[in-house]
């Protein structure tokens, strides 16, 4: 706040972070893979339709897309898996060849054939046209043996109405496929020990996500590329392992969840032994084929990134005295981590900086933006709010925790005495965490004069297997007790309005704001992008990868259909009495239909609450594409505005709320 400054009600404070800003200077940046002096990401582009673009940058620093620019005859390449819904692990690369999964669409159906690419040249496909029916994801390169190792699902052959899953191997220089292991609903993370000896991977079966249990296998591999006497030497159904790994002198490392901790771990002989034990967490829950937390830097010294009370930390391992130094960066939230020599690469992301793939040189420690997913201009930095830790006390005796961001601006202050809005951020998931990287719709809304709190509720990662674990059953009730007692503690506190609790989220995030609104009495309007409103619905419509993820979370079907009804916020639609809603709403959706949507709105207006919908484009869970994304934020605050009497800086269009809120006091 500077002496100039001037006073203004909370939530009318103009801001020069702009809805058009975030949608048109904002991309995605996805996975990263180091081959030699080279290094190669993923940029998911707005611009140009979400378009995944595989981008190298050489040892001279010079950047080029890998892909074909789509234009006039040109197709639009675009390096993504849809393996188990979620994708992950779309390209690898050895010694200059890149091999990727292609997701553009050829006539009715993504194409998601394997491609080998040279930089400039036209993609040759590697596998045949089956109409989109073989998946292909978690991809490497067996240069030994001219091949690709990766994840196929194959939805020409079904199984109890799934896409049979197997461990395949590609030719490079031919259209030969050959099945490596089959059998199980899952399998992830093929990875070749250098000497091509020996393969790793995991598996596992329904019901059970990566996170609850999964098995590491190892087999000894052929001159052939056959696969000999595979074995299992860790994991199970009430153990997570993620992300096995070879070290340069052969020896298998791998993250497990044994202690409560996702730790680090490392298979001698026949037993495995604890490589770092820490009340941290050096793994993620395993939403996507491909993510990397830790590689090696040198035959002796691995590079590993942690959680630890829910905030991203990178550290230096040495494995052979056992030595562990935490490395001081600006990244709060980091993930795919690769390795060159002595020198780190990943996607990191910070308070005051946007996402960005990153290179660490070991020797000097000192970071290098490579590419950054937005631009922070310097006269910006004064309007960003600074995230706090809020760890509080709520229901069944627990504790749980949360991001707090309180109303910033250098050129406005509130009346003496008010309180400002406050918006509660439910993440999706719910298996996951809140990030505190950079974000520009956090931002969007401090910068205006209001309080954010972003919560990790239970059952969220970043705080042990126990903590993770305690949602499951308690869906729809523990994460919304959290979200109310996070808002309800800063109202204590005198940093929020109790009549200007404001909820927001997205897909299940989405769930469970429309369950603070159905079943708790707080909150003075929500916004739901994509949100779960019928949780049968989503059992039926969900992916090969969530498809029993309610049984685990809250029970199957049928003999928890009376709970799951009882949790879906849609059956209890009646009991909002007050608090309008805004739907942000995708045409596409099937796990949140627009029929179910256009259904609440339909009763809240019968009931004399106000609602609005928003249709966007796309896939769920909100718009994708700039003038959708733009168009959202700016419905959003003209929607908050207009229910809570805000006289906004910004001249917006009006939200078509059905029927008309009565007029609050203007503030």
């Known amino acids: 706040m500077t002496l100039a400054s001037r006073e203004a009600p909370y939530g009318s404070w103009k801001s020069p972070i702009t809805a058009d800003m975030i949608a048109t200077q904002t991309l995605s940046l996805g996975e990263v893979a180091v081959d030699g002096d080279d290094v190669y990401w993923l940029e998911v582009r707005p611009g140009e339709r979400g378009r995944h673009a595989l981008v190298r940058r050489t040892a001279d620093g010079a950047v080029s897309d890998i892909?074909?620019?789509?234009?006039?005859?040109?197709?639009?390449?675009?390096?993504?898996?849809?393996?188990?819904?979620?994708?992950?692990?779309?390209?690898?690369?050895?010694?200059?060849?890149?091999?990727?999964?292609?997701?553009?669409?050829?006539?009715?159906?993504?194409?998601?054939?394997?491609?080998?690419?040279?930089?400039?040249?036209?993609?040759?496909?590697?596998?045949?046209?089956?109409?989109?029916?073989?998946?292909?994801?978690?991809?490497?390169?067996?240069?030994?043996?001219?091949?690709?190792?990766?994840?196929?699902?194959?939805?020409?052959?079904?199984?109890?109405?799934?896409?049979?899953?197997?461990?395949?191997?590609?030719?490079?220089?031919?259209?030969?496929?050959?099945?490596?292991?089959?059998?199980?609903?899952?399998?992830?993370?093929?990875?070749?020990?250098?000497?091509?000896?020996?393969?790793?991977?995991?598996?596992?079966?329904?019901?059970?996500?990566?996170?609850?249990?999964?098995e590491l296998w190892v087999a000894d591999v052929d001159e052939d590329g056959k696969l000999l006497h595979p074995r299992l030497v860790a994991g199970g159904s009430t153990e997570s392992i993620f992300q096995p790994e070879w070290s340069p002198q052969g020896e298998l490392y791998f993250v497990s969840?044994?202690?409560?901790?996702?730790?680090?771990?490392?298979?001698?002989?026949?037993?495995?032994?604890?490589?770092?034990?820490?009340?941290?967490?050096?793994?993620?829950?395993?939403?996507?084929?491909?993510?990397?937390?830790?590689?090696?830097?040198?035959?002796?010294?691995?590079?590993?990134?942690?959680?630890?009370?829910?905030?991203?930390k990178l550290g230096r391992l040495d494995?052979?005295?056992?030595?562990?130094?935490?490395?001081?960066?600006?990244?709060?939230?980091?993930?795919?981590?690769?390795?060159?020599?002595?020198?780190?690469?990943?996607?990191?992301?910070?308070?005051?900086?946007?996402?960005?793939?990153?290179?660490?040189?070991?020797?000097?420690?000192?970071?290098?933006?490579?590419?950054?997913?937005?631009?922070?201009?310097?006269?910006?930095?004064?309007?960003?709010?600074?995230?706090?830790?809020?760890?509080f006390p709520t229901t069944e005796l627990g504790e749980a925790h949360a991001w707090y961001y309180p109303p910033t601006h250098p050129d406005f202050t509130a009346p003496s005495g008010e309180k400002p809005p406050l918006l509660i951020m439910n993440h999706g998931g719910p298996t996951a965490s809140a990030s505190t990287k950079l974000d520009w719709a956090i931002q969007y809304f401090t910068s205006r004069g209001f309080a954010v709190v972003d919560v990790n509720y239970r059952g969220s990662t970043g705080y042990g297997r126990e903590y993770r674990l305690s949602l499951y059953g308690n869906w729809g009730v523990m994460d919304v007790d959290d979200c109310a007692n996070a808002a309800l503690r800063l109202v204590q506190e005198g940093k929020a309005d109790a009549k200007r609790l404001v909820a927001r989220g997205n897909g299940s995030g989405g769930y469970t704001t429309l369950s603070l609104l159905a079943f708790r009495d707080i909150l003075r309007c929500g916004t739901s992008a994509g949100g779960i409103a019928n949780l049968e619905?989503?059992?039926?419509?969900?992916?090969?990868?969530?498809?029993?993820?309610?049984?685990?979370?809250?029970?199957?079907?049928?003999?928890?259909?009376?709970?799951?009804?009882?949790?879906?916020?849609?059956?209890?639609?009646?009991?909002i009495k007050r608090s309008p809603i805004l739907f942000i709403q995708g045409r596409q959706d099937v796990q949140a239909p627009q029929r179910e949507t256009e259904e609440m709105v339909r009763k809240l207006r019968a009931n004399g609450v106000p609602a609005a919908v928003m249709l966007v484009d796309g896939e769920p869970y909100g718009p994708r594409i700039n003038a959708d994304i733009k168009k959202a934020l700016e419905a959003e605050l003209s929607f908050y505005s207009r229910v809570m009497g805000l006289a906004l800086a910004d001249t917006l269009e009006p939200v078509a709320l059905e029927p008309a809120p009565s007029e609050p006091p203007r503030r």
């Open 257 to 312: 969840d044994r202690n409560n901790w996702w730790n680090l771990y490392r298979l001698q002989g026949r037993s495995v032994v604890p490589v770092l034990e820490r009340k941290a967490e050096f793994g993620a829950a395993q939403w996507s084929l491909g993510m990397s937390t830790y590689a090696f830097i040198s035959p002796r010294h691995v590079v590993c990134a942690f959680n630890e009370l829910g905030q991203w």
């Open 537 to 575: 619905t989503l059992t039926e419509h969900s992916d090969k990868f969530e498809a029993h993820y309610v049984d685990q979370v809250l029970g199957p079907l049928p003999e928890s259909k009376q709970l799951l009804q009882d949790r879906s916020p849609c059956f209890h639609i009646d009991n």
């Open 319 to 391: 494995v052979v005295l056992g030595q562990f130094a935490e490395l001081p960066t600006p990244f709060t939230d980091i993930s795919q981590v690769r390795g060159g020599f002595a020198t780190a690469y990943f996607v990191g992301g910070g308070p005051e900086q946007p996402a960005s793939v990153v290179r660490l040189d070991m020797e000097s420690g000192k970071p290098q933006v490579l590419k950054a997913s937005s631009r922070l201009p310097e006269e910006l930095t004064p309007y960003l709010s600074r995230c706090e830790p809020l760890h």
């Open 67 to 214: 892909l074909p620019i789509p234009g006039e005859g040109r197709p639009a390449y675009s390096s993504r898996s849809l393996v188990y819904g979620h994708g992950g692990g779309s390209f690898a690369v050895s010694e200059g060849l890149v091999v990727f999964v292609n997701h553009s669409s050829t006539g009715t159906h993504p194409d998601q054939r394997l491609y080998r690419v040279n930089p400039g040249r036209t993609p040759v496909p590697l596998t045949p046209d089956t109409g989109g029916k073989h998946r292909y994801g978690d991809l490497s390169i067996d240069r030994s043996r001219n091949r690709v190792l990766c994840v196929r699902e194959d939805w020409r052959n079904l199984k109890d109405g799934q896409p049979r899953i197997s461990l395949v191997a590609v030719d490079i220089d031919g259209q030969k496929q050959t099945v490596l292991m089959e059998g199980r609903d899952f399998y992830s993370s093929p990875v070749l020990s250098p000497n091509g000896r020996r393969l790793a991977w995991l598996a596992w079966d329904y019901p059970c996500m990566p996170w609850d249990g999964c």
